[in-house]
Protein backbone atom coordinates (compact mmCIF):
# COMPACT_ATOMS: atom_id res chain seq x y z
CA UNK A 1 0.00 0.00 0.00
CA UNK A 2 1.38 3.64 -1.23
CA UNK A 3 0.11 6.28 0.59
CA UNK A 4 1.32 9.87 0.08
CA UNK A 5 1.44 12.89 2.45
CA UNK A 6 3.46 16.46 2.95
CA UNK A 7 5.91 16.54 5.59
CA UNK A 8 6.71 20.24 6.65
CA UNK A 9 10.00 21.06 9.28
CA UNK A 10 9.89 24.52 10.95
CA UNK A 11 10.41 25.19 14.34
CA UNK A 12 8.01 25.51 17.43
CA UNK A 13 7.32 29.23 18.03
CA UNK A 14 9.38 32.78 16.67
CA UNK A 15 10.23 34.73 19.94
CA UNK A 16 13.69 33.15 21.09
CA UNK A 17 15.78 35.48 22.67
CA UNK A 18 19.42 33.60 21.89
CA UNK A 19 18.52 34.24 18.22
CA UNK A 20 18.62 37.60 18.06
CA UNK A 21 21.91 38.59 16.12
CA UNK A 22 22.30 35.28 14.82
CA UNK A 23 18.78 34.39 13.17
CA UNK A 24 17.60 37.40 13.57
CA UNK A 25 19.17 40.59 12.46
CA UNK A 26 20.66 42.65 14.56
CA UNK A 27 17.89 45.23 16.79
CA UNK A 28 15.23 43.78 14.39
CA UNK A 29 12.03 44.78 16.86
CA UNK A 30 10.25 41.71 18.63
CA UNK A 31 6.81 42.56 16.56
CA UNK A 32 9.25 42.35 12.84
CA UNK A 33 10.26 38.20 14.52
CA UNK A 34 7.32 36.34 13.00
CA UNK A 35 7.33 38.53 9.44
CA UNK A 36 10.67 37.17 9.21
CA UNK A 37 11.05 33.86 10.71
CA UNK A 38 7.88 33.26 8.36
CA UNK A 39 9.82 33.88 5.50
CA UNK A 40 12.37 31.76 6.32
CA UNK A 41 10.95 28.59 7.35
CA UNK A 42 7.54 27.06 5.65
CA UNK A 43 6.05 26.22 9.23
CA UNK A 44 5.71 27.35 12.62
CA UNK A 45 4.11 25.41 15.65
CA UNK A 46 1.84 28.06 17.78
CA UNK A 47 2.31 25.83 20.97
CA UNK A 48 0.62 29.27 23.06
CA UNK A 49 -3.09 27.95 21.81
CA UNK A 50 -2.67 25.51 24.24
CA UNK A 51 -2.01 27.26 27.24
CA UNK A 52 -4.80 30.14 26.40
CA UNK A 53 -7.47 31.33 24.04
CA UNK A 54 -6.02 33.47 21.62
CA UNK A 55 -7.91 36.38 20.01
CA UNK A 56 -9.28 36.09 16.18
CA UNK A 57 -7.07 39.62 15.95
CA UNK A 58 -4.27 37.84 16.79
CA UNK A 59 -4.41 35.18 13.99
CA UNK A 60 -5.65 37.48 11.23
CA UNK A 61 -2.56 39.74 12.43
CA UNK A 62 -0.38 36.53 12.45
CA UNK A 63 -1.89 35.61 9.02
CA UNK A 64 -1.14 39.42 7.51
CA UNK A 65 2.94 39.14 8.69
CA UNK A 66 3.33 35.85 6.91
CA UNK A 67 3.12 34.66 3.21
CA UNK A 68 0.14 33.68 1.89
CA UNK A 69 1.36 29.70 1.11
CA UNK A 70 2.60 29.82 5.15
CA UNK A 71 1.41 26.93 7.36
CA UNK A 72 0.57 27.97 11.31
Do not use: C
Not at 32 to 51: C, M, S
Amino acid sequence: MVTSGTIRAGMGGWTFEPWEGSFYPDKLAKAKQLRHAAREVPTIEVNGTYYSTVKPETFAKWAADAPDDFVF
